[in-house]
T-cell receptor, first 115, second 107 residues
């Protein structure tokens, strides 16, 4: 079965650079979530999109932005990177209209290292 | 917001032992999932269990929604069960994660 695809899997950037992470949800899933997991921490919710519109916002820094495109893939843009942005970034998706619609399926994550 | 507490924070087992992990919620949730995060960082969904009991092989989970807690049982543990176990729940679609239980299974 198709899963949530995230790219790149690993990314190394310098401070003050920008980075873009991509997420391709499971086909027919209409809702995408982004999470950030720092070293030794639990995943923290950043932002979500339903039908290409922002649906909820968590602890996302102002330097970050995200959007969902017409094909339902999503991108997380991070600017003016700081050392503290080094983390594992997860994307998750679900289809709101299905039975068991609350199940979130997570991608393998993108590991960002800021030097 | 909803608070999620997991216990114990750390657990060391000998291979073959059984264990119970607990998750308490400060408020009602309508979605609850248990995850296993392996050493490579992947979050593997174990159970979607807002209420009731489910079993999958050596793992089972029970959620008592009226008392706002969930339990994950691991029987006959194996070294490959090592990693961090997270419970997560919410009421608005997105999930709030607990701090996790770090499990180490020794051969």
């Amino acid at each position: 079965a198709a899963g949530v695809i995230q790219s790149p899997r690993h990314l190394i950037k310098e401070k003050r650079e920008t980075a873009t992470l991509k997420c391709y949800p499971i086909p027919r899933h209409d809702t995408v979530y982004w999470y950030q997991q720092g070293p030794g921490q639990d995943p923290q919710f950043l932002i979500s999109f339903y039908e290409k519109m922002q649906s909820d916002k968590g602890s996302i820094p102002d330097r970050f932005s995200a959007q969902q495109f017409s094909d339902y893939h999503s991108e997380l843009n991070m600017s003016s990177l700081e050392l503290g942005d080094s983390a594992l970034y997860f994307c998750a998706s679900r289809f709101q209209g299905a039975v068991g619609a609350n199940v979130l399926t997570f991608g393998a994550g993108s590991r960002l290292t800021v030097l | 917001g909803i608070q999620v507490e997991q216990s114990p924070p750390d657990l060391i087992l000998q291979e073959g032992a059984n264990s119970t992990l607990r998750c308490n919620f400060s408020d009602s949730v309508n979605n609850l999932q248990w995850f296993h995060q392996n050493p490579w960082g992947q979050l593997i969904n174990l159970f979607y269990i807002p209420s009731g009991t489910k079993q999958n092989g050596r793992l089972s989970a029970t959620t008592v929604a009226t008392e706002r807690y969930s339990l994950l049982y691991i029987s006959s543990s194996q070294t490959t069960d090592s990693g961090v176990y997270f419970c997560a729940g919410g009421s608005q679609g997105n999930l709030i994660f607990g701090k996790g239980t770090k499990l180490s299974v020794k051969p």
